[in-house]
């Protein structure tokens, strides 16, 4: 089946350390994107991708990096930089059209908490 | 700049009833794509629609329904005979095809409790 992993659900980290969150997608879209959402919050961009080993700072890259070394994979690095990382994070990715970004297809999620 | 704004943060209504979600939205560009998206207490986010600027035609999928105005700049998405399945947070975003390309900008989305 087609789709977008992300793992793990859960993550637990204490504080001043890194973790990275994986993302996996098998819908050969070219554009990846990872999203920060707060309790009843909207998604807040962190970082996207339209091409292999190119990628943007979305509105709050603040303490994260990411990489991009294969079309499937846009793994999400966050940082001891980063001052408040409990949330929840969701990958997506899209094809790329003329009219704009194309429909996001979202993945499960992965819930950090940091101890 | 692109912007979307949901006014309503929660709205709970009894099952059977109609209800309307509202999104208001900004652009300078002519060529955007607006969408809606279901996230469950599951998480994750379910695509439900896409409209280019270019297609103003309304559309039904079952008991769902969307209004897309450009005159007043606003993506409206209505439910009709409620149902418990429904309750969810529903999110409208926007994507430019110029000035933002590449990224696309949600609303703070609206929380639908529908009560039995």
């Known amino acids: 089946d087609g789709g977008i992993t992300q793992s793990p659900k859960y993550l637990f980290r204490k504080e001043g350390q890194n973790v990275t969150l994986s993302c996996e997608q098998n819908l050969n879209h070219d554009a990846m994107y990872w999203y920060r959402q707060d309790p009843g919050q909207g998604l807040r961009l962190i970082y996207y991708s339209q091409i292999v080993n190119d990628f943007q700072k979305g509105d709050i890259a603040e303490g994260y990096s990411v990489s991009r070394e294969k079309k499937e994979s846009f793994p999400l690095t966050v940082t001891s930089a980063q001052k408040n990382p409990t949330a929840f994070y969701l990958c997506?990715?899209?094809?790329?059209?003329?009219?704009?970004?194309?429909?996001?297809?979202f993945g499960p999620g992965t819930r950090l908490t940091v101890l | 700049a692109q912007k979307v704004t949901q006014a309503q943060t929660e709205i709970s209504v009894v099952e059977k009833e109609d209800v309307t979600l509202d999104c208001v939205y900004e652009?300078?560009?002519?060529?955007?794509?607006l969408f809606w998206y279901k996230q469950p207490p599951s998480g994750e986010l379910v695509f439900l629609i896409r409209r280019n600027s270019f297609d103003e035609q309304n559309e039904i999928s079952g008991r769902y329904s969307w209004n897309f105005q450009k005159s007043t700049s606003s993506f409206n998405f209505t439910i009709t005979a409620s149902q418990v399945v429904d309750s969810a947070v529903y999110f409208c975003a926007l994507s430019e095809a110029n000035t933002n390309a590449g990224k696309s900008t949600f609303g703070d989305g609206t929380t639908l409790t529908v009560k039995p």
């Open positions: 652009t300078r560009d002519t060529t955007y794509y």
């Open positions: 997506a990715s899209s094809t790329i059209q003329q009219g704009g970004t194309d429909t996001q297809y």
